[in-house]
């Protein structure tokens, strides 16, 4: 099922702002024990920037974000 709403997560994806149209993605954050969910920083980095602080893999990351998207959960 595509979502026309959805736009495509990138690298570029500011973490902040994912997170505050998407809340089904904070989900995945905690699941991948990164701590950007109320971090003052998170409106600044984008995906890569965090992916690379935490050490998580940028591309199954944005798998995981994916998925969590396209089940609809938490789209506002």
Same mark, same amino acid.
């Given at each position: &099922? %595509?979502?026309?709403?959805? +736009?495509? !997560? $990138?690298? #570029?994806? !500011? %973490?902040?702002? +994912? &997170?505050?149209?998407?809340?089904?993605? !904070?989900?995945?954050? @905690?699941?991948?024990? &990164?701590? =950007? %969910?109320? =971090?003052?920083?998170?409106? +600044?980095? *984008? @995906?890569?920037?965090? =992916?690379?602080?935490?050490?998580?893999?940028?591309?199954?990351? !944005? #798998? *995981?974000?994916? @998925?969590? &998207?396209?089940? $609809?959960?938490?789209?506002?």
């Amino acid at each position: &099922m %595509v979502r026309k709403n959805l +736009l495509p !997560i $990138g690298a #570029e994806t !500011i %973490v902040g702002e +994912l &997170m505050a149209t998407h809340s089904a993605t !904070i989900a995945v954050f @905690l699941s991948h024990r &990164m701590m =950007c %969910v109320g =971090c003052p920083v998170a409106r +600044l980095h *984008d @995906l890569e920037e965090a =992916c690379r602080e935490h050490g998580v893999a940028l591309p199954r990351f !944005i #798998e *995981d974000l994916n @998925l969590a &998207m396209a089940r $609809g959960e938490g789209a506002l």
